[in-house]
Each structure stands twice: as C-alpha cells, then as structure tokens.
C-alpha cells in the first residue's frame, strides 16, 4: 500500500520594523510654557517632571524631543497638538524626522 505524503514547505516572512521618527520641539517668543507643557501631557502622554524637562531643553537649547514614534503616530500628534496651537494663537512649531 503507497501513501502520498505531502510535505509543507514552510516560509520563512520578514516582517521589518516600521521606521522610527523624532518629534522635535521648537522655542519660540510667543508659546507659553505652560502650553507647552500641557500639549507634553495630553497628546505626547509625558508625566509633569518628564514635560517640564523637555520644555526646558526647548526653553534654553532652542528645541527639544517630544518622542519617537512610527511615522503615523508622530505625524498625528504633530498635527494635533499644532492644530491645539493655532486654535491658542500660538505659531508653535514641530516636526518629524528620521530617528
């Protein structure tokens, strides 16, 4: 008696990771700090000492980083919280970039 036995060949898929991107914080004269800070919290999920620190790298170096993220995340909080800014009257400025 013959059996036909078929063998599965398995195939070995590469999932990359997605890409990382920095979220840059930029100063500016006219952006309160506590604005600053709030955004932190509620759209980049920071604790209060993690955003009073990056405020102030973005107070005194001229920039900061809010986070790292995929790409899609770090744009929608940049356009979230820069949506958040224009409604405040402030000409905050973020972008994303390439980790």
């Known amino acids: 008696m013959e059996t036909n036995i078929a063998t599965k060949q398995k195939e070995k898929i590469k999932v990359k990771k997605p890409k990382l991107y920095k979220v840059i914080m930029y100063n ?12 932190l919290m509620v759209i980049f999920n920071k604790n209060q000492i993690e955003a009073e620190k990056i ?13 790292i993220y995929s790409y899609d995340i770090a744009m929608t909080k940049v356009t979230t919280a820069m949506s958040l800014a224009k409604e405040n009257g402030f000409p905050f400025k973020l972008t994303v970039e390439e980790a």
């Open 55 to 67: 405020m102030l790298d973005v107070h005194k170096k001229g920039k900061g980083l809010a986070g």
């Open 28 to 39: 500016d004269d006219y952006t309160t700090m506590e604005f600053v800070i709030e955004i």
